[in-house]
């Protein structure tokens, strides 16, 4: 990965002149672009965000309805607004691209450059290189999301949503929770969930993989409070990248930029010192203190279709809230695949296989499959050469960044569609002797794996489900059934002749 800086040369800065409209301004300007579409229901009816408004949004995300706007919340003046994500063709449409497959082809360039090889190359690398720097985040003096600052903090006001009968509580589940690394200063931008605990108090629920608790753990260890900003409601690009595995030293918001193809515009808060989104609808401000006790939080309803237990966090003061006058809501819900998220999940899917197959050449294509809940299965086709090849790969995954969390890793040829579940079943069932194509190891894996023996490690599975080469088996493997091609072209051309 590249890292900038204010010292990048600057010779094509008339790059900013080829950078397109801003997809969407904020929240508002997707719901209407969704209404447009038809894909934005206004439900009218009074809703509770206990329990009702949930459970309508599971139905809808399961029927892979339209995004969803609560006008009628039950005990709060604020609209809801939900599912947003919610089909593969919705996430395309917020993120600018035709279809996700998109995505990668259009961040290449940033995700993995060219190593430069002579001058000119080197001069081509800058100019390609150097119109992403006119989209770093850009500090503006004020911003709609602090049209009303108030310093009387109460949660009770938001309709913060519980989502399913045995939570613990009211959850924000789509905070865009901003902090600092306070040794380097850089800062991140992470979706962790947080319960209510107050009404000017919160959990902060993240994982220890993640870059929030890497900075918790340093400001502990500095004896420093971490002062922390959440942002809710945004457009789909800033509420898109506080969702990706990035590595520490590309911030969230310069990504964002990149990937709406205009600078995140971002604003100093009220009562810390950090910036936030200029166009969110709601802030949270306030800070974490490490050497606090940490607090019982959940159990919750999450991702995977079980409860995630009830475990101890830190606790979030919140010292003040700053919202736009006639701000929205938004929220999404978590459960039994599929559900919202799992489309956010395959856009990052698509967005990081370039990069995947920069690292592990021999990659065709990757499928972290929706039932898997991201991190139970990665099926991957490869270009095989030699022996053993489906096991390098399978370890140089278990070895790359946050796919290091995937408890299971089938590898297949290369004419096999890993997207469909129908053929890798049958490819799996045929191809596979469990005591000669399985392998066991152990390592880190992801916090909700509630099989493990103990909280995020355990055990590891490999499988080998490639055609068996010589060298691998004793006697030799079949081939695939397959109609001579002179009859196939003949039988197509006399195909309206038999009548069928």
């Known amino acids: 990965m590249l890292q900038f800086s204010n010292s990048f040369p600057t010779i094509i800065s008339s790059y900013a002149e080829i950078a397109k409209e801003v997809m969407f301004k904020d929240l508002k ?60 063709q919705r996430t395309a449409f917020a993120l600018g691209v035709e279809n996700l497959n998109d995505l990668g082809e259009k961040l290449k360039d940033f995700l993995q450059p060219e190593a430069p090889v002579g001058l000119l190359k080197k001069l081509k690398l800058i100019s390609k290189m150097g119109k992403f720097l006119n989209f770093k985040p850009k500090t503006v003096n004020a911003g709609k999301c602090q049209e009303i600052v108030e310093k009387e903090v109460d949660l009770g ?41 107050g009404k000017d108090s919160t959990a902060m629920h993240w994982h220890r993989h993640k870059d929030g608790a890497k900075h918790y753990s340093l400001a502990k260890e500095r004896k420093e409070k ?107 819900i978590v459960g039994k695949p599929p559900m919202e998220d799992a489309f956010l999940g395959k856009a990052t899917e698509r967005l990081f296989l370039p990069v995947i ?30 022996c053993g090849q489906a096991f390098k790969v399978t370890n140089a995954l278990w070895g790359l960044g946050l796919l290091s969390l995937v408890k299971n890793v089938v590898v297949f040829d290369k004419d096999v569609n890993v997207q469909d579940t129908g053929e890798i079943l049958w490819r799996w069932g045929c191809n596979v002797d469990p005591q000669r194509d399985m392998i066991f190891t152990k390592g880190p894996l992801d916090e909700l794996d ?25 006697r030799p493997f079949p081939h695939d059934l397959k109609m001579d091609e002179e009859i196939i072209k003949r039988i197509s051309e006399n195909w309206e002749k038999y009548g069928l």
């Open 157 to 197: 006001k938001l309709p913060v949503l519980k989502t399913w009968p045995e939570d613990g509580g009211r959850f924000f589940t789509l905070p865009l929770v901003f902090t600092r690394n306070p040794a380097t200063g850089v800062s991140n931008c992470g979706m962790y969930r947080m319960q209510v605990m």
């Open 29 to 88: 300007d997707y719901l209407n672009a969704l209404e447009k579409r038809g894909e934005l229901k206004k439900i009218k009816e009074e809703v509770n965000s206990v329990l009702e408004m949930g459970h309508i949004a599971d139905r809808i995300a399961k029927q892979k309805g339209p995004a969803l706007l609560f006008e009628n919340v039950r005990n709060s003046d604020i609209p809801v607004a939900m599912n947003l994500f919610g089909t593969e």
């Open 450 to 474: 509630h099989s493990c023996p103990q909280a995020a490690f355990g055990s590891k599975m490999g499988i080998d489900a490639t055609k068996k080469w010589r060298g691998e088996v004793i």
């Open 226 to 332: 971490l002062p922390i900003c959440v942002a809710l409601g945004s457009d789909p690009a800033v509420i898109y990248s506080a969702t990706l595995p990035l590595p520490e030293e590309i911030e969230e918001m310069f990504f964002a930029g990149i990937l709406r193809e205009k600078s995140v515009e971002m604003v100093r808060a009220k009562s810390v010192d950090m910036l936030v989104p200029a166009n969110a609808e709601i802030v949270l401000e306030g800070f974490v203190d490490p050497q606090e006790d940490l607090v019982l939080e959940g159990p919750f309803g999450d991702h995977t279709g079980y409860y995630s237990q009830a475990d101890y966090f830190p606790l979030f003061h919140i010292t003040c809230i700053t919202h736009r006058k006639n701000p929205i809501y938004s929220a999404t």
């Open 357 to 386: 197959k920069k690292v592990v050449p021999e990659i065709i294509d990757i499928n972290l499959p929706i039932e898997g809940v991201f991190h139970n299965f990665a099926f991957v086709s490869i270009e095989k050469s030699y």
